[in-house]
């Protein structure tokens, strides 16, 4: 069975830090993996979707990283600035049986408090 | 649209009357999703939509639970008799493709939600 951890499940930092949020799964037989940003109260955003035939994908000061072998993802947030400040989630993409029915699986976030 | 669209984004009800939620996905996006989440809480998956396929109806919670999609369009979820644990806000999603390609982008898109409180 799938199962997504996120650790650290809560992070502080002052600004201007570069951090790393981590995200693991049991099973490597991932079709993609992407992370998101929720902000208190609203819907969810894509950051980055990493397909399983990719190590990484960037956009502007976010880095994600995949390792489907380890079954492990990073997502690099370059120079933090209190916007940044959100609850990060990742999900994973599986097909569980041999139709086109997919799910997604979710980790339970990490929330981020990036300070001036 | 250029994203996916929910309404109301917020609603007010009183317990034991029903309620109606939409989601109008993205132009040409098979695949539809409905989430809960409540006060503080990870993200319930309640029920999938992908084209003309049976939906995957295993997350919603109870009978008074259920949704109803057409095709590749629009989508409403219905909650009847509503109870203060209804209270959440209840996402949806859309992602293209129905094909099990691995090239394809099965990258999914959010809307900003419903926020539902049963008073």
């Known amino acids: 069975k799938q199962e997504v951890t996120q650790i650290p499940a809560a992070l502080s930092v002052p600004e201007g830090e570069n951090l790393v949020l981590n995200c693991s799964f049991t099973d490597s037989a991932i079709y993609n993996l992407q992370w998101f940003r929720q902000d208190p109260g609203k819907g969810l955003t894509s950051l980055l979707l990493i397909q399983s035939s990719q190590r990484e994908q960037t956009s502007g000061r976010l880095n994600a990283s995949l390792d489907k072998s380890s079954g492990r993802s990073t997502l690099y947030i370059a120079a933090s600035q209190p916007g940044d400040s959100a609850t990060y989630l990742c999900a994973v993409l599986i097909f569980p049986n041999a139709g086109n029915n997919r799910k997604l699986i979710w980790g339970l976030g990490t929330s981020l408090a990036v300070n001036p | 649209g250029a994203g996916v669209s929910q309404s109301p984004s917020n609603k007010v009800t009183e317990k034991g009357k029903d309620v109606e939620l939409r989601c109008d996905p993205i132009?040409?996006?098979?695949?539809l999703y409905w989430y809960r989440q409540r006060l503080g809480q990870g993200l319930e998956f309640l029920i999938y939509f992908q084209g003309n396929s049976a939906p995957d109806k295993s997350g919603l919670p109870s009978d008074r639970f259920s949704a109803e999609r057409t095709g590749e369009s629009v989508s409403t979820l219905t909650i009847q008799r509503t109870q203060q644990e209804d209270s959440a806000v209840y996402l949806c999603a859309s992602s293209p493709s129905a094909l099990r390609d691995i090239r394809a982008n099965y990258g999914y898109t959010f809307g900003s939600g419903t926020r539902l409180t049963v008073v």
């Open positions: 132009s040409g996006h098979t695949a």
